[in-house]
């Protein structure tokens, strides 16, 4: 049961990236056997360049830090309410294993804390400085 847990764990993190990086497709040359430059999909996101020269530049940067850290542990605290899930429903009345499925339970709601925390910091920042176009929901 253990082994299986595991291998099904391990291929859907291996998955997930496919799977989210799947509604992106090529902007010009060969795609399918077909010629032509159309685009289907959001524009792909790049990287945004290292050289900071303004506080628009800084903001940016820690905008995109932050993002990436909600996105990050919202994943593993997903993975961890999953795991203490299947603990709690396979403990068959165990007190270890019930006390182990808590202390998950736990630090996955604390992780989803921290992440909320973590965005609702950088609106208070973006508010506090009068940066324009800041909201909850992006940068």
Known sequence: MHKALVTALTLSMLITPVAALAQFTSTGGTT???????TSGAPIPTVPDTDVTGPGDFWNLLCTGVLWFFAIVIVISFIMLLVAALTFMTG???????GRARQMLTYAIIGIAVALLAR???????????IEGASIFGC
Do not use: P, Q, W, Y
């Open 120 to 130: 609702a910091i950088l609106f208070v920042v973006a508010g506090l400085l009068g």
């Open 92 to 98: 068959g009345g165990d007190e270890e294993k019930v």
């Open 32 to 38: 399918g056997g077909t010629t032509g430059g159309t």
